[in-house]
Antibody
Framework: EVQLVESGGGLVQPGGSLRLSCAAS????????MSWLRQAPGKGLEWVAN????????NYVDSVKGRFIISRENAKNSLHLQMNSLRAEDTAVYYC?????????WGQGTLVTVSS | QSALTQPASVSGSPGQSITISCTGT?????????VSWYQQHPGKAPKLMIF???NRPSGISNRFSGSKSGNTASLTISGLQAEDEADYYC??????????FGGGTKLTVL
């Protein structure tokens, strides 16, 4: 069974940092683009970033460029999102998903709250 | 990276068909066949229902179908069932090598 499990969410002050991780199982992780997406409370879905199979290409939504870094460790079947200079508007449930532009499946999500 | 345009809400009675539209530009929906649709029930993660405009993943009912004309994609659900009540989102690949979502449509089964 394909499974994605996010971790690392929590409460952080504005300007702070947080590192999210996603553990993948049930498929050949190194063979797929992977993505992070988010959903602010009561709002719609937003794509955040994606990364190519070998990590050689990374793309970001404009609002996180220069602040967030997506990375992967194929040997550990893991996806990461380093989030720096966090803002209140980054508050959301963050999902990892298999795929670069079409996403299946999604993890259960991890909540990031940016507040003082 | 402007969001795709979806109606905020649609509704239908059990057994009826409904269609949700998703309008973008020639730089996203109109330029690529990488349009997909997701169903999200409250408190749950989204679920892929349609990929590459009109393809259903394994296990998705054939009551769900997708299409595209110009810069507008559509999701049609036939034979509406109570369990179809959920939020639906479209998304598309873009010419900037990014991904954009629609604002979401709340489907109510009357």
């Amino acid at each position: 069974e394909v499974q994605l499990v996010e971790s690392g969410g929590g409460l952080v002050q504005p300007g702070g940092s947080l590192r999210l991780s996603c553990a993948a199982s049930g498929f050949t992780f190194s063979g797929f683009w992977m993505s992070w997406l988010r959903q602010a409370p009561g709002k719609g879905l937003e794509w955040v970033a994606n990364i190519k199979q070998d990590g050689s290409e990374k793309n970001y939504v404009d609002s996180v460029k220069g602040r967030f870094i997506i990375s992967r460790e194929n040997a550990k079947n893991s996806l990461h999102l380093q989030m720096n200079s966090l803002r209140a508007e980054d508050t959301a449930v963050y999902y990892c998903a298999r795929g670069g532009a079409q996403f299946d499946p999604w993890g259960q999500g991890t909540l990031v709250t940016v507040s003082s | 990276q402007s969001a795709l345009t979806q109606p905020a809400s649609v509704s239908g009675s059990p057994g009826q068909s409904i269609t949700i539209s998703c309008t973008g530009t020639s730089s996203d929906v109109g330029g690529y066949n990488y349009v997909s649709w997701y169903q999200q029930h409250p408190g749950k993660a989204p679920k892929l229902m349609i990929f590459e405009v009109n393809n259903r993943p394994s296990g998705i009912s054939n009551r769900f179908s997708g299409s595209k004309s110009g810069n507008t994609a559509s999701l049609t659900i036939s034979g509406l069932q109570a369990e179809d009540e959920a939020d639906y989102y479209c998304n598309s690949y873009t010419s900037s090598r990014t991904v954009v979502f629609g604002g979401g449509t709340k489907l109510t089964v009357l």
